[in-house]
């Protein structure tokens, strides 16, 4: 009992970790969009898990809200609008599955293989630092305000480019 | 294998999940979604090396990629739309006549 509460921590980021790696197996693997997208939810929820066991609360919350709360609903919401007799909701693979596992599967295996124990120098890792909140708030409004100010422009280009896309879908150019 | 390496090879996983999935998959909405789990993908190794470093500047970087994956869900969703209303499909295939 005291063992597991001592590495409670660990546990629970393993538990997290390999959910959110088979939920991606499910996203890719299943056939039906509901059920790909429902999935991918529970992916997005138990990474919002490991980053709240990181320390890093916050972007756990705006995970849960922006990924969650609004592109996946988003998501759900066309699913539900859409014609589930469409061929394409029966056929899961395209013609490229064999080539296309291969190369995902060769770039995970050399990625990995960049990071694993094996070829990793011999030096010791420093423990994680982390940092708070306020050193976050403070980088984010004092360095890269900017950057932040800039992602507003792109936001409303957002907007103007959705209200064009459904100018078009009325046959209206004008 | 110490956690911030564990954490990069779930990272690195997800987005090589995530590319099978767009290249593999069949129905623009599920590429979408795998799109969706390559940003994830990345994102979790920002802030994996972001809590190693102790820099706050790579979780500046995941807010600023929120904003844009939620700008770019709000472009890709009607254009998925108008082309399924277009073609009454969503099968990639039936598209294959967009390439120059």
């Known amino acids: 009992m005291t063992w597991l509460l001592a590495n409670l921590e660990t546990i629970l980021l393993a538990v997290f970790g390999v959910s959110a790696l088979a939920g991606g197996v499910l996203v890719v693997v299943l056939r039906q969009p ?3 997208a429902m999935a991918l939810i529970s992916t997005m929820i138990f990474l919002g898990g490991i980053y709240g066991l990181l ?3 916050f972007i756990a919350a705006f995970q849960v809200l922006i990924y969650v709360g609004a592109v996946m609903v988003f998501m759900v919401y066309v699913i539900m609008l859409l014609d589930p007799r469409d061929p394409a909701f029966r056929r899961r693979f395209s013609p490229l599955l064999f080539p296309g596992a291969a190369v995902a599967l060769g770039l995970a295996a050399t990625l990995i293989r960049g990071v694993a124990p094996g070829t990793a120098p011999a030096a010791a890792p420093a423990p994680a630092r982390g940092f708070s909140l306020a050193e976050f708030a403070t980088a984010f409004l004092n360095q890269y305000w900017l950057h932040f100010e800039l ?6 280009a957002a907007v103007i480019a959705a209200i064009a896309v459904i100018r078009v879908a009325r046959g209206d150019h004008g | 294998m110490d956690k911030t390496q564990a954490l990069l090879v779930l990272a690195l996983a997800l987005f090589s999940l995530g ?6 998959r069949r129905n623009l909405l599920v590429m979408l979604m795998s799109m969706e789990l390559m940003l994830n993908g990345v994102n979790l190794s920002l ?3 972001a809590n190693q470093m102790g820099a706050a500047e790579g979780a500046v970087l995941v807010f600023l990629i929120f904003v844009v994956a939620a700008a770019e869900i709000a472009i890709a969703i009607p254009i998925v739309l108008l082309l399924a209303r277009r073609r009454h499909t969503l099968d ?3 598209y294959a006549d967009l390439k120059g």
């Open chain 1, 55 to 57: 320390g890093v609360h």
């Open chain 2, 47 to 49: 802030v994996t090396f």
């Open chain 1, 34 to 36: 509901m059920r790909a």
């Open chain 2, 19 to 24: 590319l099978a999935g767009v290249v593999v």
């Open chain 1, 151 to 156: 992602t507003s422009v792109l936001l409303l």
């Open chain 2, 92 to 94: 990639a295939d039936a």
